[in-house]
Nanobody
């Protein structure tokens, strides 16, 4: 399994930018997909963006053209660059890593980082 630590959240005005980071440790080699999810108050957790081991990327329609997911393999870190932020992007953002080790799948989460976008 892997351990995930997010950073980079904060308060920003609408139209601004933030970059989230997710540092992974542990069985890095076993990770298949890493991604960002978010949960706003009173709502279910939803996918924001994912990136697979092979580099395939997927975005939620609501963030396409505004958010960019990327990774730095040398630092075992995945980033989420968020531009043109909107108040509706306000949520706790969670990093996720899933994979398989010795035939057992896993799905690990970070502790979350708060992003607040003021109007």
């Amino acid at each position: 399994q892997v351990q995930l630590v997010e950073s980079g959240g904060g308060l920003v005005q609408a139209g601004g930018s933030l970059r989230l980071s997710c540092a992974a440790s542990g069985r890095i080699f076993s990770i298949l997909t890493m991604g960002w999810y978010r949960q706003a108050p009173g709502k279910s957790r939803e996918l924001v963006a994912t990136i697979t081991r092979g580099g395939s990327i997927n975005y939620a329609d609501s963030v396409k053209g505004r958010f960019t997911i990327s990774r730095d393999n040398s630092k075992n870190t995945v980033y989420l660059q968020m531009n043109s932020l909107k108040p509706e992007d306000t949520a706790v953002y969670y990093c996720n890593g899933n994979g398989e080790f010795l035939g057992n799948g896993y799905d690990n989460w970070g502790q979350g980082t708060q992003v607040t976008v003021s109007s």
